[in-house]
């Protein structure tokens, strides 16, 4: 069963950037979409950008776009999110899943939560001055 472990969450000033990672146990070459999403004390958890494997089409949720870019090492099966310009209301804890049958990630959305079958533990990204 697919493990993903996140890590380069962290304590940043705004306008500062991190660059978030997701290894996974084995190659995810054959699943069909992976993503990040978030969750700040209190919402939901929302989708913040994903990837189609492929072909790497990816898409960004609005608030993200133009700050935030999805890439992936597939020898090293690790799923990166570098984030610039954050601020205040990026703080949440950020979390890679997994796609392996339904399809979720397009150019049009990140699809539902329960299309993403395996998910990592987190990693917690606070933005604060």
């Known amino acids: 069963q697919l493990q993903l472990v996140e890590s380069g969450g962290g304590l940043v000033q705004p306008g500062e950037s991190l660059r978030l990672s997701c290894v996974a146990s084995e190659s995810i070459e054959d699943y069909y979409s992976i993503g990040w999403f978030r969750q700040a004390p209190g919402k939901e958890r929302e989708g913040v950008s994903c990837m189609r494997i492929r072909d790497d089409s990816t898409y960004y949720t609005d608030s993200v776009k133009g700050r935030f870019t999805i890439s992936r090492d597939n020898a090293k099966n690790i799923l990166y999110l570098q984030m610039s310009s954050l601020k205040s209301e990026d703080t949440a804890a950020y979390y890679c899943?997994?796609?392996?049958?339904?399809?979720?990630?397009?150019?049009?959305?990140?699809?539902?939560?329960?299309?993403?079958?395996?998910w990592g533990q987190g990693t917690q990204v606070t933005v604060s001055s």
């Open positions: 899943a997994a796609d392996l049958s339904f399809g979720a990630c397009s150019t049009y959305g990140l699809g539902a939560l329960n299309e993403y079958e395996y």
